[in-house]
Structure formats: C-alpha cells, structure tokens
C-alpha cells in the first residue's frame, strides 16, 4: 500500500533522512521507535507531504505521490495523521471538529456527517461528549477525539505521531486502547511511539530509527529481543533498565529512589516488586557504604519481559568481596533481609571489577 524507495530529506545541509527503502502492507500495524533528533516526525510528514522529500519515490496503491499532478489535500485524507499536540479547534464544539472537514473537503452532507462523527465518537467512547467544547475535556479525552476526527476523513491509514507523549501518565491507556482497537478492526497504522510496551503488542514490524535510516526492522520479537545491531541493542535496553551511579558515601538516595519508582511504573511493576527492590537497593547500599568513595559502583536496575525477572545489579571497579559474605556481625541482620527478599542471588568477580547481582523477589 506505501512504497518508500530511497527516500531522503534535507533541511538546508542537515540531511536527517538519508536513505528510507520499505514496503508497508494493507492492514499492517508499523510501530517506530528510536532516539529522538533521528528523524521520525520527518518520515511521518514526508509520507502525507507535510513535508516535501529532498529525492527518493513514495509510491500509495501504486501512485506516485511525488508527481506534480498529486492532489495533496486528497493525500492527507487518504494518510491522515494523529499529532502530538491535538489541535482541536477550540471554538468549534466536538461533533463540529468531526464534521468541519468532511463537509467542506469531502462534500460530505451535513446530516450524512453528523450521523458518522457521532459513531466514532461512540467508538472512541466520546458518545456524551459531542456538544462539548474541547476545553472541557481532560487530555485523553481530547486526543481521542482527534483520532475520531481523523478517522471521519474515511482515510485508507492513519499516521501518529507520539500520540500519548503530551497526556499526563494517568491519560495514556485510554488513548492507547483506542489506537488497539483500531488495529484490531484491521486499520492501517504507521505510529511513532516511545510506549515500547505497547508498540511490542500492537505492532505487526517494529521500525528502529537512527543514522537516517530504518536501522533495523523486524518482528516485535525480533527487536526487542534480539536486536542484532549495536545501536538498537543500546536502545532497547537503555530502555528497559535504569543505571545509577554512586561516587561517594553522600550519594543521594532519594533521587535514587524516585529514578527507580518511575522506572518500575513504565514496566508496569507491582507493589510488592517495587518495595522489595527499593529495600534491597537500600540494605545493599548500607553494606557498601564503608567502601564508597574509594570504589565506583554502578548501580542498575533491569526487567526482562521474556522472563519476568527482576534484576537488580552492582558492579564495582575494583575488587570489594561479595559484601553478602561479610563476617562483620553488624552486618548478619541485613544479609538476614536481603537474603529472604531475592530469588536469586550470584557474585561474580571478573578482571578485578566485581559483580553482584540479584533477582528481586515479584511477591
Ligand atoms: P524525531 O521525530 O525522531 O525526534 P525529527 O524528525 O523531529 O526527529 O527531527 C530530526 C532532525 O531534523 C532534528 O535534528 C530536527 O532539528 C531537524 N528538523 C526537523 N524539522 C525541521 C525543519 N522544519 N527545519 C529544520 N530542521 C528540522
Ligand atoms: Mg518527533
């Protein structure tokens, strides 16, 4: 359905796409994820001409969109894009955000829209909101209009663009199981997200971006799994574990915690996970604590999806001894603790730098 051979795009003499060749299929669900700055948005915006490529060809159901003879308007209704920001008109009501373009680009009769933009408003679960104006619904709400008012362009696929980035956390979900829903009903989606949790179970291929290109695609599984590249690998698991630092005995362990806190809510952790990892992290760190400052400890923290395991990690740089073998008796009391709340627990010394490590106990 979308055909992208060698696309690329310059602004001035920054080129931020460099060369894009991919396929996507009637009913595929295409998740991008990356680093910011490498070009997704401009991928996006190129694909419906929001942006006009510097070379290359985009070819949808076999035309050639780059031709002079493209009508752009129609363009964008047949790949209509969801944006970060809603840009709902804020002076029109809901129902009158979802019949304005239909009406006047489409010719759409004003009773023959009204009945459709209420259906989708039923579909996003907006039924009751449709004499509202948008400033009297929360974020979530308001994105979800925004794809209602996208999907009342009747387009053939829709584009977002980092769809819940700019909802407070609580708003994220039900923005997400909109877009679930959607694919589900078999639309054709492109969406640039940062949900990697989301992008693994609604996507059919994951697109990695960076350096310009699609650096690396493949299956959900492939990518988040077992990336093959360097780059991606960096990123999947920079983005599924959190390092933390400690220099000296000062170290700040609020900060720490609260890092750790976010990080468990982003994997969806629960309670007892996430108590039982911050006491650890604590009770470890006492153990530590008369060997900082003359040894470097990267604490990290990482959950494997695949197997559910809840790691929590302590690498020195130079050698200190496994401090759970400590015969200080001030010490036999915590170890007591720290031994009853992991599952695992393994001490590895390797070119003098030590290593231990701990699987957190989940309940
Ligand atoms: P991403 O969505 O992956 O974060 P973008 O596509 O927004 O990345 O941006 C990629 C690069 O292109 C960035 O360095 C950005 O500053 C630059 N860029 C994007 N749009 C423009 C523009 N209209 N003019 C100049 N530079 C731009
Ligand atoms: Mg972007």
């Given amino acids: 359905m979308i055909k992208v051979e060698h ?5 001035g003499d920054v080129t931020v796409l460099k060369d894009i060749t991919t396929e996507i299929r009637k009913g595929e669900v295409v998740a991008i994820i990356g680093p910011s700055g490498t070009g997704k948005s401009t991928f996006l915006r190129c694909l419906n001409l929001l942006e006009t490529p510097s070379g290359g ?3 949808i159901n076999g035309e050639d969109v780059l031709g002079a003879r493209t009508d752009v308007p129609k363009l964008r209704q047949k790949m209509n894009m969801v944006f970060q920001s809603f840009n709902l008109f804020s002076h029109l009501s809901v129902l009158e955000n979802l019949t304005l373009a239909p009406i006047k680009l489409r010719g759409v009769e004003k009773p023959a829209a009204e009945k459709r933009a209420r259906e989708l408003l039923q579909m ?8 509202h104006f948008p400033s009297e619904l929360s974020g979530g709400q308001q994105q979800r209009v925004a794809i209602a008012r996208c999907l009342a362009m009747e387009p053939e696929a829709v584009l977002f663009d980092e769809p819940t980035s700019a909802l407070d956390p609580t708003m994220v979900s039900e923005v997400l199981a909109v877009i679930r829903r959607l694919a589900k009903d078999g639309m054709t989606m492109v969406i640039v997200t940062h949900e990697m949790d989301f992008a693994r179970d609604v996507a059919n291929r994951i697109f990695y971006m960076d350096e310009g290109l699609i650096y690396e695609e493949g299956s959900p599984a492939q990518i988040f799994e077992n990336p093959q590249k360097e780059k991606t690998r960096i990123f999947i698991n920079r983005v599924r574990s959190c390092r933390h ?9 609020y900060a720490m915690n609260g890092q750790i806190e976010t990080f468990c809510e982003k994997q969806m952790l629960g309670k007892t996970a996430r108590h039982n990892l911050l006491l650890l992290l604590e009770e470890i760190l006492q153990l530590y604590k008369p060997a900082l400052g003359q040894i470097r400890l990267s604490v990290s ?7 559910e395991q809840l790691e929590l990690s302590f690498t020195s740089n130079s050698a200190t001894g496994n401090v759970l073998e400590s015969d200080n008796p001030d010490d036999e009391l915590p170890i007591l603790i720290i031994r009853n709340y992991a599952e695992q627990i393994h001490f590895e010394s390797v070119d003098g730098a030590d290593r231990l ?5 989940k309940a």
């Fill in 7 to 11: 696309l690329s795009k310059k602004f």
């Fill in 57 to 59: 060809a985009i070819h």
């Fill in 124 to 131: 996003v679960g907006l039924g009751e909101k449709a004499d």
């Fill in 245 to 253: 630092e400690v220099l000296s005995r000062d170290y700040d362990l």
């Fill in 301 to 307: 923290v990482e959950y494997s999806e695949k197997t």
């Fill in 357 to 361: 490590q701990l699987v957190v106990k």
